[in-house]
């Protein structure tokens, strides 16, 4: 009973989320070029011809990218829902494309994904949870507000990427004018490393032995000081951050806090 995670990259520049059992595995939207999936999945040491579905949070560039082609390279099937399908520009081959709906459980060959609704500022954002035999990853980025959804999602996982998008002095001391700072932080665009903080403290599970800190702001954000914030609070939860620069390493996501650990790179998947 286990699940392997890692991100492919994390970030206003692009986002890609890979979960798999070890045999099938799904990708968490695709906001990096096709090109560059495969060549850090290559130095991963996951294989992309186990993928066997993508799945689309919302239509803003960084989460769509790649999503194309690589669908179309790798007969990869796309799950997606109908607004966001739309918005996105998308085209698809009729036969890799899937309309999903909310709260809607998708098999995939026995990995199930949830997809649910969340506050942003998309036509239909979603966020996903991915289940497998007792253990559950969620992927809980690009959220305004939190809401009772993502309180219910996250009650579930043994391991999530959580969005600390940005530091409170940072961006009101910050380059940024004032209509962009007002959108990041007004309800429907981003949450800040505080925020973050909060919801994890209030609604983590009992089981959670990962937290990957996610969709950090280059401008304003510090790796060092969101990781800080979160270790003085969680207790025996793992704490890392998802980079905007590079993947991260492949994590063994198991049904015990004893059997944390992090697969060597040179496995294959």
């Known amino acids: 009973m286990s699940l392997y995670t890692a991100s492919i990259n994390s970030g206003s520049n692009g986002n890609c ?65 109908h607004k966001t399908h739309y918005s996105s520009h998308l085209k698809f081959k009729p036969h890799l494309y899937h309309r999903i709906e909310h709260g809607q459980v998708i098999d995939v060959n026995s990995i199930q994904v949830t997809g649910f609704t969340k506050i942003h500022d998309a036509v239909d954002p979603f966020s996903f949870v991915v289940h497998h035999e007792g253990i559950t990853v969620g992927v809980f980025t690009d959220i305004g507000a939190v809401c009772d959804n993502l309180k219910h999602y996250m009650g579930q996982c043994h391991a999530a990427y959580l969005e600390a998008n940005y530091d409170n002095a940072m961006l009101e001391n910050g380059k940024y004018p004032i209509h962009l700072k007002n959108r990041i932080r007004g309800g429907y665009g981003h949450l800040s490393n505080l925020q973050a903080l909060e919801f994890f403290l209030m609604h983590r599970s009992a089981h959670m032995t990962h937290l990957f800190l996610s969709h950090l702001s280059r401008d304003n954000n510090d790796p060092e000081l969101a990781l800080q914030l979160f270790k003085a609070r969680a207790e025996d939860v793992q704490v890392f951050v998802a980079s905007r620069y590079e993947h991260s390493e492949v994590f063994h996501i198991a049904n015990s806090k004893a059997a944390k650990e992090t697969v060597q790179q040179a496995v294959l998947f």
């Open 17 to 81: 989320y890979y979960v798999g059992n070890g045999k099938d595995a799904v990708l968490v939207d695709v906001g990096i070029s096709c090109r560059e999936v495969e060549i850090r999945m290559k130095k991963m040491g996951l294989a992309i011809n186990r993928v066997r579905a993508i799945f689309i949070t919302h239509e803003h560039t960084d989460h769509i990218k790649g999503a194309q082609l690589l669908s179309s390279r790798y007969e990869i099937p796309v799950y997606i829902n």
